[in-house]
């Protein structure tokens, strides 16, 4: 069976968003930097952060200001902040610790992070969420928008299919990055993802 081609269905649904609103899940500002980009003047985004995966409170802090300044910058979007909160994340990794970097626990986390964003656009009245993970090329974008759609269904919010490193955007997203100086980590973020460094 052929992949699906996100990045064209993202498009395509994007020419009839004029007006709508979309809660975008950001794990960084490096990540987000293309992904609004790309997205904006054709949806009012709303960046959401929230990384309970983040091994520390201190990393998920400097992400976070990182991202907060770019929005302020680069006024790409407005900025919905969460607490953090590690213990859901080691809710729904226990027993996936040994598990390699992409697999089932990599997949848990999407889903984590993803149906809290679903839950929130859903309950502040947004039209679509979405996440920028599929802007890296380390993460599955077929496993991710698999879970997207599911979420949309069960929360009764429409989901927007993305993948953002299609057309150049990993490599757009290091040269933005370059540009605003941003903090640009070198693991994904959770403790297993820093072993595996």
């Known amino acids: 069976m052929n992949a699906v081609n996100f990045d ?7 020419a009839g968003c004029e007006g709508k609103k979309l809660l975008l899940h950001s794990c960084c500002a490096p990540c987000s930097s293309h992904c609004l980009t790309e997205l904006y003047g054709k949806i009012r985004t709303t960046v959401f952060y929230y990384n309970p995966n983040l091994d520390c409170e201190e990393e998920y802090e400097k992400r976070k200001a990182e991202q907060i300044r770019f929005l302020r910058e680069t006024g790409l979007a ?13 809710r729904i990794a226990t027993g996936l610790e040994s598990e390699k970097e ?29 996440t920028t993970l599929t802007v890296s090329p380390l993460k599955n974008a077929q496993m991710i928008n698999r879970i997207g759609f599911a979420l949309a ?12 490193k299609k057309r150049g955007g990993y490599l757009n997203s290091i ?23």
């Open 8 to 14: 064209k269905l993202m498009t395509e649904t994007l």
């Open 78 to 90: 407005d900025f919905l902040d969460c607490d953090y909160a590690p213990d859901d994340f080691a």
């Open 102 to 130: 992409g697999g089932a626990r990599c997949g848990r986390c999407f889903e984590l992070r993803l149906s809290r964003t679903a839950e929130e656009a859903k309950r502040s009245g947004f039209d679509y969420f979405a």
């Open 153 to 164: 269904e069960e929360y009764g919010v429409s989901y927007l299919p993305t993948d953002f």
């Open 175 to 197: 040269r933005l990055s370059k540009e605003h100086g941003l903090y640009r980590q070198n693991y994904c973020g959770c403790q297993y993802s820093k072993r595996e460094e």
